[in-house]
């Protein structure tokens, strides 16, 4: 083997390298360059050194070229059901690239993405934009949903006003839209009677499927219901509340291969399919 080395220059390393381990490594009264035992056991740590090094340019290789990777998502009930199409179409382009959607309130994601717990979220609302870099992805809308037997069924629109004598079941987590309702009906002086209160959007969309009272939930989590008729929307005038899902990441982070590659999706999908998603980067200062 050459090392295009002068042979001064080899004694050289090998003696500086011998006294770096402090053990002798070659059997000088061996006229072919023996390893003595400690040289052997160096040697063998060398070489899997070598293969590691390998392994791990191999390995930077596949996440650079999405053969391999993990991508870690924070959202809530509601904003999972904006991921969902999103995580289809990127799970068929980079099937190597393992997903992980963490649900939590959406309150704390700019928290948890600080932290550097997870690398990308999805909110409804615009956290500090000096720290956050925040692209919206999606228009929602508020719809008032009834059971397909419920009188209000067999009408298209209503006033706010005529709704101060429904049963409405609540979300009971406390965010800005229940905040915006709650504000809306005080401001119609119209009674909202919150008689019953569940834990998820899940359970308010079956309850009243069952033919029980009325609620308000984003429209896309009863896309599938009202398609089926398993649930009817009513429009309220006064209830044109819009929503804007953001897609958000702290601001001087250095996104993996996958995020990158993720935001594409979502670029694509805006770009193909068109509203409600859509794909807008937020200016700082707007």
């Avoid at 590691?52 to 959202?75: D, I, P, T, V, Y």
Wanted: charged share 25%; with cysteine; aromatic share 6%.
């Amino acid at each position: 083997m050459r090392l295009h080395r002068t042979q001064p220059a080899v004694s050289q390393v090998i003696r500086k390298l011998e006294e770096s381990v402090g053990e002798t490594l070659f059997d000088r009264a061996a006229r072919d360059g023996s390893l003595t035992a400690a040289g052997v056991l160096l040697r063998d740590y060398a070489q899997r050194l070598l293969a590691l090094r390998r392994e791990a340019s191999s390995a930077l290789g596949e996440l650079k070229n999405l053969e391999r990777g993990h991508l870690q998502l924070a959202a809530n009930e509601y904003t999972c059901m904006y991921l969902l199409p999103a995580i289809d179409q990127f799970r068929r382009a980079f099937p190597h690239v393992n997903v992980t959607v963490n649900r939590m309130l959406a309150s704390r994601i700019p928290e948890e993405l600080s932290l550097r717990t997870f690398e990308l979220g999805v909110v409804s609302f615009r956290p500090d934009p000096a720290q956050f870099r925040t692209i919206a992805v999606y228009a929602d809308s508020l719809a008032l949903i009834v059971g397909p037997e419920h009188p209000l069924a067999k009408v298209e629109r209503v006033s706010i006003t005529d709704l101060g004598s429904e049963l409405f079941v609540a979300h009971n987590v406390t965010s800005p839209l229940r905040r915006k309702v709650i504000e809306a009906f005080q401001r119609y002086r119209t009674p909202l009677n919150m008689g019953i209160e569940l834990p998820t959007i899940e359970a308010i969309k079956r309850f009243v499927a069952m033919g029980n009272g009325v609620a308000l939930v984003p429209h896309l989590t009863v896309g599938r219901e009202l398609e089926s008729g398993d649930l009817v929307r009513v429009f309220v005038d006064e209830l044109e509340i819009r929503r804007v899902l953001r897609l958000i990441h702290r601001r001087q982070a250095t996104l993996s291969y996958a995020g990158k590659a993720f935001l594409g999706t979502l670029k694509a999908m805006a770009r193909t399919q068109g509203p409600p998603f859509y794909f807008h980067v937020e200016r700082a200062g707007a």
